[in-house]
């Protein structure tokens, strides 16, 4: 045994190739995206970035069935768009062990909601495994194959975004990597016609009754005796933060959140004046305890809403917390997009126009801030094009404004074909904008199939999205660079003044991923104060005593700021 400092993300990782994984698959999203960059370092393992995340465990479902460990991974929000194959596969079930890593999000750092995923195993009938640090993170993905091999069935591995990015240390491994089952062919088993899935069905009500055996008595639920009277029953993080603020409790600490441990808790609360359970986001737990009939103190105490810390849950429990005095006022400010990102081009060419934009997943969903304030909605991947669609198609014959989607070259690839692909087919007529910045960038510039280049390393068939669409149908298709305003004004004011659906393509490398040319310098001399370059939102610009300055270690170079000056003031 070896000892690492390790992530939660870095720590499934480790845990997979201990393993003896053979496939993983993902599509990145936070905080699920450091599992496979970490992974792909091991040798004897394929990874890939899928187009989606229904792709992911499509892959490593076919991978399971064929005989080697697989393992896919996706935040929270992506077990929505997997859902599909997610259920079916617990009536399949597998061949060789394949475990699903959801990774939610509590306090919505970098998500679009609060969706509690334990419920996903609950109404998918799959076991749910929740960790409560790195050690664990690794020790639970080694146990997830163990008990998908045992059940057959897969298994979730539900975390939160403090279990994934913080450090804790971790006893690592060897790999053992087991002899491949290979494929058999099973037409009964992997084939879902409602006369196999009839008989498949009972199976897995037979398999869930035998897992609810192994909560109870061999999965990683444990008591850890303490005070007679006070016990709390908690999971994953939120274990962590009541073993801090009650350290003499008795704990019900609950590695399987599903099936839940009705048995275990039965007995752990025998004798107990006071309960407390302790969990984020939802009562998932609270309410199955309840229905036992046992009082317990949860969620009429601690917040639905917001990630839990130590400090919550004793203000919460334990009693008023003096609050802790600002080492000083910090001004708010939202979050911006990089200097030079390409995306600020077509921004201001849409900032004052008078068009709905149905916006997307992405970097560029920071247009929807000020000084932009372009974008009008953000639901999920790929719903800009059928979200506009639909406005389109809603709105009265008198109301002239077009329909501008927005959505980015990952994004388009993940989900938003299947929306082009129903607006051509059903008549629309708005336009699509692609903002192609060559990687996936909100996540930290994973590949993409449009980046040509797969997660192995190796060099793949870059997809054009331009020709792309135009096989999709689309007869008026665009490819511009956002750098140049001046050039495209005219075309975007052409494109938005005739009918038929359209595309444009805006394409430019993320400004992170090109060398930076000289930084802009602006000649206060010639300078008017008249801010029309301030208008790009661009952070590395300032106004300084009714005078634009550029500050130059932030400057990339990009030269937009000179195309609006018409005093040529930016040098």
């Given at each position: 045994?070896t000892?690492?400092?390790l992530?939660?993300?870095?720590a ?15 599509y ?8 496979l ?18 792709v992911?465990?499509?892959v ?11 393992l ?17 596969s ?15 999000d509590?306090g919505?750092?970098?998500?679009q ?5 334990r419920w ?11 960790p409560s640090d ?53 037409f ?10 009839r ?48 350290p003499?409790?008795?704990?019900l ?6 099936p839940f441990?009705?048995?275990?808790v039965k007995?752990?609360s ?7 359970v ?6 998932f737990?609270e ?7 046992i009082?317990v ?9 917001d ?20 080492v ?7 979050p ?15 900032q004052?126009?008078d068009?709905?934009?149905?916006g997307?997943?992405?970097c ?7 000084p ?29 404004r077009?329909v ?17 692909v ?20 909100m996540?930290g510039?994973?590949?993409?199939p ?5 997660l ?5 068939k870059?997809l ?5 669409v ?8 665009y ?8 050039d495209?004004?005219?075309l975007?004011r ?10 444009i393509v805006s ?24 801010k ?24 990339v ?8 000056c018409?005093?040529k003031?930016?040098?």
């Amino acid at each position: 045994m070896t000892k690492k400092l390790l992530t939660g993300d870095e720590a499934i990782a480790q845990g997979a190739w201990e393993a003896g994984v053979k496939v993983a698959a993902a599509y990145p999203g936070t905080p699920s995206t450091e599992i496979l960059p970490a992974l792909v370092k091991y040798p004897d393992v394929y990874c890939e970035w899928s187009a989606n995340e229904k792709v992911a465990v499509e892959v490593c479902l076919g991978a399971a069935l064929a005989g080697v460990r697989a393992l896919a991974t996706m935040k929270h929000v992506g077990v929505n768009v997997a859902a599909d194959p997610l259920f079916s596969s617990a009536y399949i079930g597998v061949n060789a062990g394949l475990v699903i890593v959801s990774a939610d999000d509590p306090g919505m750092h970098s998500s679009q909601n609060e969706q509690d995923n334990r419920w996903y195993g609950m109404s998918a009938r799959i076991p749910v495994l929740t960790p409560s640090d790195s050690q664990e993170a690794r020790d639970f993905t080694k146990l997830g194959f163990q008990i998908s091999e045992e059940f057959n069935i897969p298994v979730m591995l539900r975390i939160t975004t403090r279990i994934a990015h913080s450090k804790t240390i971790v006893e690592c491994g060897d790999r053992t990597e087991p002899a491949s089952k290979g494929y058999h062919k099973d037409f009964t088993k992997t084939s879902l016609l409602p006369s196999n899935a009839r008989p498949l069905h009972r199976s897995l009500e037979e398999r869930m009754g035998r897992l609810r055996t192994y909560t109870n008595t061999r999965a990683p639920n444990r008591i850890e005796p303490g005070s007679s009277v006070l016990g709390v029953i908690a999971d994953g993080i939120a274990y962590q933060y009541a073993r801090e603020v009650f350290p003499d409790a008795s704990f019900l600490k609950v590695g399987m959140v599903h099936p839940f441990p009705t048995e275990l808790v039965k007995q752990f609360s025998q004798g107990k004046r006071q309960l407390y359970v302790v969990e984020e986001n939802d009562p998932f737990m609270e309410l199955q305890i309840k229905a036992l009939g046992i009082s317990v103190l949860g969620k009429d105490k601690l917040p639905v809403l917001d990630e839990l810390s130590p400090r919550v849950v004793r203000s919460s429990l334990a009693g008023p917390v003096a609050e802790a005095k600002p080492v000083r006022d910090i001004p708010g400010r939202p979050p911006s997009l990089c200097p030079g990102c390409p995306h600020t081009g077509i921004f201001y060419l849409l900032q004052k126009k008078d068009v709905i934009v149905s916006g997307d997943i992405g970097c560029y969903t920071l247009g929807s801030y000020a000084p932009h304030n372009v974008m009008d909605s953000c639901v999920c991947m790929g719903a800009s094009i059928s979200l506009g669609h639909g406005i389109e198609k809603a709105l009265p014959r008198d109301d002239k404004r077009r329909v501008v989607t927005m959505l980015g070259d990952s994004t388009f690839f993940h989900m938003g074909l299947p929306g082009l692909v129903n607006t051509v087919y059903n008549h629309g007529n708005s336009v699509t904008i692609v903002v192609d910045n060559r990687t996936t960038g909100m996540t930290g510039h994973q590949d993409h199939p449009g980046t040509g280049k797969t997660l192995m390393g190796e060099p793949a068939k870059l997809l054009d999205i331009a020709e792309v669409v135009k096989g999709l149908g689309i007869e008026k298709v665009y490819v511009i660079d956002p750098y140049f305003i001046k050039d495209n004004r005219p075309l975007v004011r052409k494109i938005l003044g005739e009918p038929g659906p359209a595309v444009i393509v805006s394409r430019r490398p993320c400004a992170l991923l090109v060398e930076r040319k000289p930084a802009r310098k602006v000649l206060a001399e010639l300078c008017n104060g008249c801010k029309l370059c301030l208008q790009l939102g661009c952070p590395a610009m300032s106004l300084v005593e009714d005078r634009v300055l550029i500050d130059e270690p932030m400057c990339v170079g990009c030269g937009m700021c000179m195309e609006l000056c018409a005093r040529k003031a930016i040098q």
